[in-house]
C-alpha cells in the first residue's frame, strides 16, 4: 500500500521551468515536480513567491527534506 501522507513545507521559490519549481526549503534547494504538488491553497508558483507548499511524504523523505 502506498504512504499517501503529505507534508506541508515554507518554501521560496527561485526558478520555475514548465514543469517543475526549484525551492529553497531553508539552506536546502530541490526541484519539484509541478506534478507532485499537492492543491492544498498553495499559492507558490511563481520566481520569488514564498509560502507553504505541500508534497507527497515519498518525495519529500527522497528529497531528504524529512528522514
Not at 2 to 17: G, P, R
Not at 26 to 46: F, L, N, R, Y
Amino acid at each position: 500500500m502506498a504512504d499517501e501522507s503529505i507534508d506541508e513545507f515554507y518554501v521560496k521559490i527561485l526558478k520555475a521551468t514548465e514543469k517543475a519549481l526549484l525551492c529553497r526549503f531553508g539552506e536546502q534547494e530541490e526541484w519539484i515536480p509541478k506534478s507532485q504538488i499537492v492543491d492544498a491553497g498553495t499559492e507558490v508558483a511563481s520566481v520569488g513567491d514564498e509560502g507553504p507548499l505541500v508534497i507527497p511524504r515519498w518525495l519529500a523523505k527522497a528529497k531528504k527534506l524529512i528522514a
